[in-house]
């Protein structure tokens, strides 16, 4: 069936510090793919979203490139803050998982001032 | 405002108790959601309700059921709650396979 890997479970880093979070799937058909983040006490939040190969999806200085020769969908990001203090979660919709959403574990990430 | 609205936000019970828990959207989605998130954070599906077909998590425990009175509306009910249910369920709703968007969360603590 569909999955999503994510092989960071946290991520600490300095503010100013670039960020990698790595996702990779496993999905019959074109899914699209999704980052969401989620902060304390809250439901998550949309980041963006690709749905071709090649496409880029960005969102307040995080970008993500959908890659279907590699099966990933890495976030990046230039310049954490400290208020990026969060959990991300790397998701995949449609192909087979057509009417839901199918999550990775998502990764915490602390940014220290 | 348009969103996805959850109540209550927290609830706490006790073994064998009955619980139902609210959501409303209005976005004008057509189709809604509800994931359970554990301790661990994990996020899994348990319902999706499009044009009134119902499409089960087989790994849902029967004591959990969907209840929808119209495309706005998806209510969760757990008749019987046992401590492994403690955890955040999240409403969601879609439109086209698309704009996913949750609510925050309705919190159980099973004691």
């Known amino acids: 069936g569909d999955s999503v890997t994510q092989t960071e479970g946290q991520v600490a880093l300095s503010e100013e510090d670039f960020l990698t979070i790595h996702c990779n799937y496993s999905?019959?058909?074109?899914?699209?793919l999704f980052w969401y983040v989620q902060y304390p006490g809250e439901g998550p939040q949309f980041l963006f979203r690709a749905s071709r190969d090649k496409e880029k999806g960005s969102s307040r200085g995080f970008e993500a490139t959908y890659d279907k020769g590699t099966t990933s969908f890495h976030l990046r990001k230039a310049s954490v803050q400290e208020s990026d203090s969060a959990v991300y979660y790397c998701?995949?919709?449609?192909?087979?998982?057509?009417?839901?959403?199918?999550f990775g574990a998502g990764t915490q990430l602390i940014v220290i001032p | 405002e348009t969103a996805v609205f959850q109540t209550p936000n927290y609830h706490v019970t006790q073994v064998g108790n009955e619980v139902s828990f609210n959501c409303k959207q209005t976005?004008?989605?057509?189709?809604m959601y509800w994931y359970k998130q554990d301790s661990k954070k994990l996020l899994k599906i348990m319902f999706s309700?499009?044009?009134?077909?119902?499409?089960v998590n087989e790994t849902v425990p029967r004591r959990f059921s969907p209840q929808s009175s119209d495309k706005a509306h998806l209510n969760l009910r757990i008749k019987s709650v046992e401590p492994e249910d403690s955890a955040v369920y999240l409403c969601a709703s879609s439109y086209a396979n698309s704009d996913y968007t949750f609510g925050s969360g309705t919190r159980l603590l099973v004691i």
């Open positions: 309700y499009n044009n009134k077909q119902l499409i």
């Open positions: 976005l004008g989605h057509d189709t």
């Open positions: 999905a019959s058909g074109y899914p699209a």
């Open positions: 998701a995949l919709g449609g192909g087979s998982a057509l009417g839901r959403l199918h």
